[in-house]
């Protein structure tokens, strides 16, 4: 009879079954109801697409937003190292707006290879350079965080079109995939990513000092030590390995 009591209840000896939880709810209902990921997901891509074809338009045809000046400054002086790059012309260091490491060189030919090979303006294959990189930021922050993901796409777009007219935004891409990558514990790649973006811009390096070390490390206790090292590992010999030795 007690056994019969016992499973009629759903707990044992007579103890009343438990009640679903309010947090057990919440997730049910983030899994399934008027909040659910996907429709989140439709928000925010919905949001990129259409900021970003605001932005784009605002390059193309030399708007600006606010009192910014024209964004078009930039995208002249790229166009015309790349040019003389592209040709055999090397790297402007007489030129003292240049104040890039080496690795800045293939960013700025890749558009203008695309504007040789097909004919696009060199200001369009820039654009879709910057594009893609902050696609790639943006799929990566929407697997981690898609929080953090919206604060992307609307601090991008405050920027104004001089975001995606500006080389800047490739250095942050990589720095961002290094940040990525030390959450995940993957510091092979975090050192990697920071490699890249020391080779597109030095600040990248900063990112150092705030690098924890790894459990079981050398470095034991003392915080930015173990993933710092390496990181600072690659992006050092990434950046002095292709350093022009004049500027060393």
Do not use: N
């Not at 910014?68 to 790059?85: F, K, M, P």
């Not at 594009?131 to 930021?137: G, S, T």
């Not at 920071?194 to 050398?218: E, N, Q, R, Y």
Request: charge should be positive.
């Amino acid at each position: 009879m007690r056994a019969d009591q016992s499973a009629l209840s759903g707990g044992p000896a007579g103890l009343p079954a438990p009640e679903p939880t309010a947090a057990a709810g919440a997730a049910a209902t983030s899994r399934t109801g008027p909040g659910a990921p996907l429709p989140a997901a439709r928000r925010l891509w919905g949001g990129w697409l259409l900021t970003r074809a605001l932005l784009v338009a605002g390059v193309l045809t030399g708007q600006t937003f606010g009192a910014q000046q024209t964004v078009l400054g930039d995208l002249r002086i790229y166009a015309g190292w790349a040019h003389d790059l592209g040709h055999g012309g090397g790297l402007p260091v007489g030129d003292d707006r240049w104040q890039y490491p080496p690795g800045a060189a293939v960013a700025l030919v890749l558009p203008e290879l695309a504007h040789t090979l097909s004919a696009v303006p060199y200001r369009v294959a820039f654009v879709v350079l910057t594009l893609l990189a902050d696609l790639a930021v943006t799929v990566a922050l929407a697997r981690r965080d898609r929080g953090a993901a919206l604060f992307w796409v609307v601090g991008i777009t405050a920027l104004g079109p001089v975001a995606l007219a500006r080389f800047d935004l490739l250095p942050a891409a990589a720095a961002l995939a290094a940040v990525l990558a030390v959450s995940r514990a993957r510091f092979g790649r975090a050192g990697f990513h920071l490699g890249v973006g020391t080779l597109l811009k030095v600040w990248p390096l900063l990112l150092l000092v705030a690098m924890p070390a790894p459990a079981g490390s050398p470095a034991g206790g003392r915080p930015g030590c173990g993933r710092g090292r390496l990181a600072w590992s690659a992006g050092w010999r990434a950046r002095w390995g292709c350093w022009p030795s004049s500027q060393r």
